[in-house]
């Protein structure tokens, strides 16, 4: 499985991005799939996850502010991006998940930066 991220770039504070993950290979729908993040210094953050069934999870700084999308037939996930601050500035990379035999993989990361 090869995943591709892209949508990043810089924003000021309180503006919007939307990144996008596409799974090529042999993706399956009953992956979970997720977006976690890193800053220099800090432990890889999970962000936002959709699990096999659309089931969501968000880190609690991102509730309200981000939504995970998942298109199952595409094997893309999406991450909306609202009400940016400049503590999400970081590289956010993509994650594909198989639970029953404890597969990932990672996409390579995508630069976003939240100028005050």
């Known amino acids: 499985v090869q995943l591709q991220a892209s949508g990043g770039g810089l924003v000021q504070t309180g503006g919007s991005l939307r990144l996008s993950c596409a799974a090529s290979g042999r993706a399956s729908s009953l992956a979970s799939m997720a977006w976690y993040r890193q800053t220099p210094g800090k432990q890889r953050e999970m962000v936002a996850q959709?699990?096999?069934?659309?089931?969501?999870n968000y880190a609690d700084s991102v509730k309200g502010r981000f939504t995970i999308s998942r298109d199952y037939i595409k094997n893309t996930i999406q991450l909306q991006m609202n009400s940016l601050r400049p503590e999400d500035t970081a590289v956010y990379l993509c994650n594909y998940h198989l639970s029953y035999n404890g597969f990932d993989a990672w996409g390579q990361g995508t630069q976003v930066t939240v100028s005050s």
């Open positions: 959709i699990d096999r069934d659309g089931s969501t």
